[in-house]
């Protein structure tokens, strides 16, 4: 399981994470991006014969690395629908749940996905690759407007118009199929010092959009306050500042906004506790993984 594990995706903050979930030995925990099963194993192992842990993972490979654990049940769907799947197994409360938000190191590595600008394979990009639109489709459909819209709002590039448009007039002659296809119209929009942060933008936006991972995001976590019972952790693991954003404000305020409501007496009127500022990776960690460079660890208790 742990060589399975290391082959399809390295966990971030891996220690820092289980400890955060404050496991009980009986308890039931939920991890929503099971991938490799790096922190489901992680879960298990501290759970005695009484305890459950549940994995959802809407990309198919990750069931190749289901552990064989009568206590573990995988949930092949996307963490939206996680309400829905508790209430099948007749979950009522849980006393955690942990999200490792992004996109893996298996999904990056594998060149048919088309997740990674390393590789010319097909504009792809679909974390469950049955169904859905495709990053293709994304770039060869939308209008020039709603194009701009999802490299702004998704991978925050200021010139997103400019490279809508340009999108937009390549494929009035060939539609956009291949990941060479992309990187061509987006040649002349950025130097050679700063051209891998914005490729990384630019296929960042595109994933988000793909994937609706902002959108499923809220939803997660608006069922996490249903299903989390009282003194129950939500942990999650984020690697940009627009998942990091909704998730601090959610952690500090139950709302996306993180306005803080504050009753007569000026207490604050949140359903959770954050318990720490959040964890970032150490220099040794970074230095084994570069990937998780990014990566942030927000703890919050159910109040």
């Known amino acids: 399981m742990i060589e399975k594990e290391l082959k399809y995706h390295v966990p971030a903050l891996f220690g820092e994470s289980i400890e955060g979930l404050n496991i009980k030995p009986s308890g039931h925990y939920v991890d929503v991006t099971f991938g490799g099963g790096g922190h489901s194993r992680g879960i298990l ?19 190749k690395n289901i552990p ?16 829905n799947f508790m209430r099948y197994y007749k979950e009522k409360e849980m006393n955690g749940l942990i999200a490792d938000l992004g996109v893996s190191s298996h999904h990056l590595d594998d060149e048919s996905r088309g997740f990674s ?3 010319d394979g097909m504009l792809d990009m679909r974390m469950n690759n049955r169904e859905g639109q495709t990053a293709a489709d994304v770039l060869n459909k939308y209008p020039e407007e709603r194009l701009a819209d999802v490299f702004y709002l998704y991978g925050e590039l200021r010139n997103s118009r400019k490279i809508a448009s340009s999108v937009v007039k390549a494929r009035a002659s060939n539609p956009l199929r ?12 950025s130097g050679k010092e700063k051209e891998k942060k914005f490729l990384a933008q630019v296929f960042q936006s595109l994933r988000i959009e793909v994937n609706q991972e902002m959108q499923a995001l809220r939803e997660l976590l608006m069922q996490s306050l249903k299903l989390l019972k009282p003194g ?17 404000n959610f952690m500090k305020a139950g709302n996306f906004d993180g306005n803080v409501i504050r009753d007569f007496y000026g207490n604050v009127q949140s359903p959770l506790r954050m318990l720490s500022k959040a964890v970032i990776p150490s220099s040794e960690e970074i230095e084994k993984n570069p990937r998780v460079r990014s990566a942030k660890l927000r703890i919050a208790e159910k109040l």
Request: glycine share 8%; aromatic share 14%.
């Open 45 to 63: 192992e501290k759970l005695d014969g009484n305890g459950r842990l549940y994995g959802f993972d809407q990309d198919a490979d990750a069931g």
């Open 68 to 83: 064989d654990d009568e206590r573990f049940t995988f949930v092949h769907s996307n963490f939206r629908y996680l309400s």
């Open 117 to 119: 600008f390393r590789f």
């Open 178 to 189: 291949k990941i060479s296809d992309l990187l061509a119209i987006l040649a002349p929009f």
């Open 232 to 248: 129950g952790r939500l942990v999650v693991i984020t690697y940009h500042s627009l998942e990091d954003r909704l998730v601090k």
